[in-house]
């Protein structure tokens, strides 16, 4: 077979890079595995295979839930794009950020974690680290002094949200890997709410970075899945915890993930150009009350931001409408185009109200005419009282 090329931009990457032709069929997209086991021609062969996969060597299989050439595929893919040097994927986010806190944190460490994370996160971390001994200290990532401060001899991790669930904080990454690696802390970054077409963390001193790729990564809001990358020392071990765990992904997920890769930043560029108009429309509209996005001059974190991001702040929006949780329900109850729904990075933008929140609305900006999106918003907040 002929010698072939990734690329080397990150939209050449995201189409080519972890794939090539099968070599048994010459099939041009890679197939999906959809095998449990592995055979082989002796006992040597296979004795081999189980070594070889056991110490986590790429393109060894035995059994699907150590290792297959689907997931494998997307792990190549995922690595280039964030410039690691591996990636190991899992069931769903949350598999992939409870095998990284595991892997690195063992009974009498200390995390400190950002303040504003993922609700199943803080599950997390409330319930099943105290069975573990394992410490936590919650601080705002983007105070600097606090973050410091929170380290204690035990700490042996730090881990963020890039842009926090729901009010969209931007975290200074560099300063926090220096802060973090000043102290010879790992620092793990769940960068879900962006995706490396638009912050590539492990570029700004992130250990690891991981994202429910169940979000952009696939974008077409049909497969669970998750991914963390980095140095492949630091991969070995996640891996062995989500293979040990159960918690490996389905190549029919990778196969779906995959493919919704080749698109990522076409649709992120999109996403982005929306959300940037939703967002000024928005500020400007009497029913609303305050509006959180990055890329407004308003945001708290917009220097940082635009630093790390450049022109694109991501597709993902908070506000609140006035008047509380009958001004939320009013305008999410009202629209026609747009769906109420709980996850995000779905090329359909979806809305979320959150009443335990005061009544905030978070939105996941899709790929849509963004005036159909202004029309419908407009139409919900006509509704607000």
């Not at 200390?110 to 069975?131: Q, S, Y």
């Not at 204690?152 to 842009?163: D, G, I, K, V, W």
């Not at 945001?299 to 506000?319: I, Q």
Request: charged share 25%; with cysteine.
């Amino acid at each position: 077979m002929r010698d072939r090329t990734e690329g080397r931009g990150l939209a050449t990457r995201a189409i080519h890079a972890g794939e090539r032709p099968d070599p048994t069929t010459h099939a041009h997209r890679t197939p999906i595995y959809a095998t449990a086991t592995f055979t082989f021609d002796s006992a040597a062969e296979k004795e081999d295979a189980v070594d070889r996969s056991l110490a986590w060597e790429p393109g060894a299989y035995f059994y699907s839930r150590t290792g297959n050439p689907t997931n494998r595929a997307l792990e190549e893919k995922i690595a280039s794009l964030e410039g690691a040097e591996d990636a190991v994927v899992s069931s769903s986010g949350m598999a992939a950020v409870a095998a990284t806190l595991f892997a690195h944190l063992a009974a009498g460490d200390h995390l400190v974690a950002g303040e504003e994370l993922f609700a199943i996160t803080h599950v997390l971390l409330d319930e099943d680290f105290p069975r573990r001994d394992i410490g936590v200290t919650r601080v705002d990532m983007t105070d600097l002094v606090a973050l410091e401060a929170a380290i204690t001899p035990q700490s042996r991790a730090l881990f963020l949200e890039c842009s926090t669930n729901p009010r969209l904080r931007i975290p200074d990454l560099p300063a926090i890997a220096e802060i973090a690696h000043g102290h010879d802390l790992l620092m793990i970054a769940d960068n879900t709410f962006l995706g490396p077409a638009l912050l590539r963390p492990l570029e700004h001193g992130a250990d690891l970075v991981l994202h429910a790729a169940t979000k952009y990564l696939s974008g077409h809001g049909d497969a669970v899945s998750g991914v963390v990358s980095g140095r492949k020392t630091l991969i070995d071990p996640i891996r062995k915890q989500t293979d040990t765990l159960g918690q490996a992904a389905s190549p029919f997920s990778s196969f779906l993930v995959q493919r919704g890769v080749r698109t990522l930043p076409l649709r992120s560029r999109v996403a982005s150009v929306n959300a940037a108009r939703i967002a000024a429309f928005l500020k400007e509209h009497p029913k609303v009350d305050w509006v959180r996005y990055p890329g407004l001059a308003s945001h708290p974190d917009h220097a940082v931001a635009r630093r790390l991001l450049g022109e694109l702040f991501g597709a993902m929006v908070t506000f609140k409408p006035v008047g509380g949780l009958e001004a939320m329900a009013a305008f999410t109850d009202h629209l026609r185009l747009c769906d109420i729904g709980v996850s995000l990075g779905d090329l359909h933008t979806l809305v979320y109200p959150r009443p335990k929140d005061g009544g905030i609305i978070r939105l996941s900006i899709g790929c849509e005419d963004v005036d159909d999106l202004l029309e419908d918003f407009e139409l919900g907040l006509s509704f607000v009282p």
